[in-house]
Protein backbone atom coordinates (compact mmCIF):
# COMPACT_ATOMS: atom_id res chain seq x y z
CA UNK A 1 0.00 0.00 0.00
CA UNK A 2 1.01 3.83 -0.29
CA UNK A 3 2.46 5.31 2.44
CA UNK A 4 4.29 8.95 3.51
CA UNK A 5 7.20 9.10 6.13
CA UNK A 6 8.04 12.09 7.16
CA UNK A 7 10.96 10.69 10.00
CA UNK A 8 11.24 14.53 11.43
CA UNK A 9 8.35 15.25 14.02
CA UNK A 10 9.81 18.47 15.52
CA UNK A 11 12.05 20.64 13.92
CA UNK A 12 13.27 23.91 15.45
CA UNK A 13 15.89 26.48 13.24
CA UNK A 14 16.60 30.06 13.96
CA UNK A 15 14.98 32.72 11.46
CA UNK A 16 17.53 33.37 8.48
CA UNK A 17 19.39 30.01 8.82
CA UNK A 18 18.61 26.97 5.67
CA UNK A 19 15.96 24.36 6.10
CA UNK A 20 15.23 20.58 5.11
CA UNK A 21 12.27 18.64 5.56
CA UNK A 22 12.30 14.87 5.03
CA UNK A 23 9.20 12.79 2.99
CA UNK A 24 9.86 9.36 2.09
CA UNK A 25 7.70 7.65 0.02
CA UNK A 26 6.15 4.05 -0.71
CA UNK A 27 4.86 3.47 -4.08
CA UNK A 28 5.45 1.41 -7.23
CA UNK A 29 4.91 3.81 -9.96
CA UNK A 30 6.06 7.62 -10.48
CA UNK A 31 3.85 9.24 -7.75
CA UNK A 32 2.18 12.44 -7.40
CA UNK A 33 3.61 14.38 -4.50
CA UNK A 34 2.15 17.12 -2.39
CA UNK A 35 3.38 19.59 0.53
CA UNK A 36 1.22 21.39 2.70
CA UNK A 37 1.51 23.71 5.41
CA UNK A 38 -0.67 24.22 8.10
CA UNK A 39 -1.06 27.08 10.61
CA UNK A 40 -2.93 26.14 13.92
CA UNK A 41 -6.29 25.99 13.68
CA UNK A 42 -6.80 26.89 10.17
CA UNK A 43 -6.74 24.84 6.88
CA UNK A 44 -4.22 23.27 4.43
CA UNK A 45 -2.30 25.35 2.32
CA UNK A 46 -0.62 23.62 -1.06
CA UNK A 47 2.99 25.03 -0.88
CA UNK A 48 4.25 22.58 -4.15
CA UNK A 49 3.62 19.55 -5.92
CA UNK A 50 5.25 16.92 -8.07
CA UNK A 51 3.22 15.34 -11.00
CA UNK A 52 6.00 14.50 -13.46
CA UNK A 53 8.78 16.31 -15.31
CA UNK A 54 11.60 18.49 -13.56
CA UNK A 55 12.75 16.70 -10.59
CA UNK A 56 13.12 20.33 -8.84
CA UNK A 57 10.04 21.63 -7.98
CA UNK A 58 9.64 25.43 -7.02
CA UNK A 59 6.52 26.15 -4.81
CA UNK A 60 5.12 29.49 -2.81
CA UNK A 61 7.16 31.24 -0.30
CA UNK A 62 10.43 30.30 -1.42
CA UNK A 63 9.66 26.51 -0.85
CA UNK A 64 11.37 24.18 -2.75
CA UNK A 65 11.31 20.17 -3.18
CA UNK A 66 13.01 17.30 -5.40
CA UNK A 67 12.11 14.45 -6.20
CA UNK A 68 14.81 11.75 -5.82
CA UNK A 69 13.25 8.33 -7.60
CA UNK A 70 16.24 6.16 -6.09
CA UNK A 71 15.83 7.80 -2.63
CA UNK A 72 11.95 7.53 -2.47
CA UNK A 73 12.11 11.01 -1.38
CA UNK A 74 10.47 14.49 -1.62
CA UNK A 75 12.38 16.48 0.76
CA UNK A 76 10.89 20.14 1.12
CA UNK A 77 13.78 22.76 1.29
CA UNK A 78 13.85 26.46 2.08
CA UNK A 79 17.39 28.35 2.03
CA UNK A 80 16.45 30.89 4.56
CA UNK A 81 13.57 30.88 7.54
CA UNK A 82 11.19 33.29 8.29
CA UNK A 83 9.23 33.11 11.96
CA UNK A 84 6.15 33.23 9.76
CA UNK A 85 7.13 29.78 8.65
CA UNK A 86 6.44 28.13 12.06
CA UNK A 87 3.53 25.87 10.98
CA UNK A 88 2.82 21.95 10.85
CA UNK A 89 3.98 20.35 7.45
CA UNK A 90 2.38 17.66 5.69
CA UNK A 91 3.93 15.35 2.94
CA UNK A 92 1.21 13.51 0.82
CA UNK A 93 1.21 10.93 -2.10
CA UNK A 94 -1.42 10.12 -4.27
CA UNK A 95 -2.80 6.42 -4.11
CA UNK A 96 -4.33 4.52 -6.96
CA UNK A 97 -7.66 4.90 -6.25
CA UNK A 98 -6.88 8.65 -6.34
CA UNK A 99 -6.98 8.64 -2.49
CA UNK A 100 -4.45 11.54 -0.57
CA UNK A 101 -2.15 9.73 1.98
CA UNK A 102 -0.92 12.33 3.99
CA UNK A 103 2.94 11.89 7.00
CA UNK A 104 2.64 11.87 10.04
CA UNK A 105 3.65 16.01 9.78
CA UNK A 106 6.74 17.58 10.93
CA UNK A 107 6.18 20.41 13.69
CA UNK A 108 8.46 23.79 12.39
CA UNK A 109 9.39 26.12 15.07
CA UNK A 110 11.28 28.94 13.69
CA UNK A 111 13.85 30.66 16.62
CA UNK A 112 14.48 34.80 16.11
CA UNK B 1 -8.89 28.67 -9.13
CA UNK B 2 -11.00 25.81 -7.54
CA UNK B 3 -12.57 26.44 -3.94
CA UNK B 4 -14.16 24.64 -1.59
CA UNK B 5 -16.62 26.23 1.17
CA UNK B 6 -16.82 24.44 4.16
CA UNK B 7 -19.41 25.52 6.80
CA UNK B 8 -19.49 25.77 9.59
CA UNK B 9 -15.89 26.54 11.08
CA UNK B 10 -16.59 25.17 14.22
CA UNK B 11 -19.58 24.59 15.86
CA UNK B 12 -19.90 23.29 19.84
CA UNK B 13 -22.53 20.90 20.34
CA UNK B 14 -24.26 18.45 23.18
CA UNK B 15 -23.36 14.74 24.01
CA UNK B 16 -26.09 12.83 21.72
CA UNK B 17 -26.97 15.48 19.12
CA UNK B 18 -26.09 15.30 15.33
CA UNK B 19 -23.85 17.72 13.37
CA UNK B 20 -24.27 18.57 10.00
CA UNK B 21 -21.06 19.40 7.67
CA UNK B 22 -21.21 20.71 4.85
CA UNK B 23 -18.61 21.14 1.49
CA UNK B 24 -19.82 22.64 -1.39
CA UNK B 25 -17.39 23.26 -4.42
CA UNK B 26 -17.70 26.68 -5.86
CA UNK B 27 -16.77 27.40 -9.46
CA UNK B 28 -16.32 23.66 -10.42
CA UNK B 29 -18.05 20.54 -9.99
CA UNK B 30 -16.96 17.96 -7.36
CA UNK B 31 -17.63 14.28 -8.36
CA UNK B 32 -15.51 12.69 -5.32
CA UNK B 33 -15.24 14.19 -2.48
CA UNK B 34 -12.78 13.16 0.58
CA UNK B 35 -13.28 13.32 4.46
CA UNK B 36 -10.89 13.30 6.63
CA UNK B 37 -10.36 14.06 10.45
CA UNK B 38 -7.66 15.37 12.64
CA UNK B 39 -6.79 14.99 16.21
CA UNK B 40 -4.72 17.68 17.22
CA UNK B 41 -1.32 17.62 16.54
CA UNK B 42 -1.66 14.39 14.59
CA UNK B 43 -1.89 13.88 10.76
CA UNK B 44 -5.11 13.66 8.63
CA UNK B 45 -6.76 10.19 8.18
CA UNK B 46 -8.99 9.68 5.85
CA UNK B 47 -12.37 9.17 6.85
CA UNK B 48 -14.71 8.04 3.66
CA UNK B 49 -14.92 8.83 0.23
CA UNK B 50 -18.05 10.34 -1.06
CA UNK B 51 -19.02 10.18 -4.93
CA UNK B 52 -21.88 11.72 -6.13
CA UNK B 53 -25.21 10.09 -6.96
CA UNK B 54 -23.60 7.08 -4.70
CA UNK B 55 -23.06 5.51 -1.58
CA UNK B 56 -19.76 6.45 0.37
CA UNK B 57 -17.12 4.34 0.49
CA UNK B 58 -15.79 4.83 4.14
CA UNK B 59 -12.11 3.57 5.70
CA UNK B 60 -11.00 0.13 8.03
CA UNK B 61 -12.62 1.36 10.88
CA UNK B 62 -14.69 3.95 10.47
CA UNK B 63 -18.30 3.67 11.38
CA UNK B 64 -20.73 4.40 8.54
CA UNK B 65 -23.69 4.72 10.77
CA UNK B 66 -22.00 7.19 12.83
CA UNK B 67 -20.49 9.12 10.22
CA UNK B 68 -23.20 9.78 7.72
CA UNK B 69 -22.10 11.01 4.22
CA UNK B 70 -24.26 12.21 1.05
CA UNK B 71 -23.44 13.37 -1.87
CA UNK B 72 -26.69 14.28 -3.53
CA UNK B 73 -25.35 16.90 -5.97
CA UNK B 74 -22.19 17.83 -8.12
CA UNK B 75 -21.12 20.71 -5.89
CA UNK B 76 -22.72 19.65 -2.39
CA UNK B 77 -21.32 16.63 0.06
CA UNK B 78 -21.98 16.90 3.64
CA UNK B 79 -21.13 14.61 6.57
CA UNK B 80 -23.37 14.14 9.70
CA UNK B 81 -21.66 13.05 12.90
CA UNK B 82 -24.76 11.29 14.30
CA UNK B 83 -25.08 11.09 18.30
CA UNK B 84 -22.31 12.82 18.77
CA UNK B 85 -19.71 11.87 21.60
CA UNK B 86 -16.77 13.81 23.42
CA UNK B 87 -14.89 11.60 21.87
CA UNK B 88 -15.72 12.84 18.35
CA UNK B 89 -14.46 16.11 18.87
CA UNK B 90 -11.73 16.84 16.22
CA UNK B 91 -11.19 18.72 13.33
CA UNK B 92 -12.83 17.96 9.78
CA UNK B 93 -11.98 18.68 6.71
CA UNK B 94 -13.07 17.73 3.06
CA UNK B 95 -11.36 17.59 0.50
CA UNK B 96 -11.93 17.27 -3.83
CA UNK B 97 -9.90 16.19 -6.14
CA UNK B 98 -9.12 18.23 -9.62
CA UNK B 99 -6.80 18.45 -12.90
CA UNK B 100 -4.42 20.93 -10.45
CA UNK B 101 -4.42 18.52 -7.43
CA UNK B 102 -6.76 18.36 -4.27
CA UNK B 103 -8.56 21.44 -3.04
CA UNK B 104 -9.54 22.02 0.57
CA UNK B 105 -12.17 22.95 2.85
CA UNK B 106 -11.55 25.18 5.37
CA UNK B 107 -12.22 22.68 8.03
CA UNK B 108 -14.61 22.65 11.12
CA UNK B 109 -13.47 22.19 14.60
CA UNK B 110 -16.21 20.09 15.97
CA UNK B 111 -16.76 20.25 19.93
CA UNK B 112 -18.99 17.77 21.74
CA UNK B 113 -19.55 18.48 25.08
Known amino acids: AQSVTQPDIHITVSEGASLELRCNYS??????LFWYVQSPGQGLQLLLK??????LVQGIKGFEAEFKRSQSSFNLRKPSVHWSDAAEYFC??????????FGTGTRLQVFP | GAVVSQHPSWVICKSGTSVKIECRSL??????MFWYRQFPKQSLMLMAT?????????EQGVEKDKFLINHASLTLSTLTVTSAHPEDSSFYIC?????????FGSGTRLTVV
Open chain 1, 27 to 32: YGATPY
Open chain 1, 50 to 55: YFSGDT
Open chain 2, 27 to 32: DFQATT
Open chain 2, 50 to 58: SNEGSKATY
Open chain 2, 95 to 103: SAPGAGGYT
Open chain 1, 92 to 101: AVVSNTDKLI
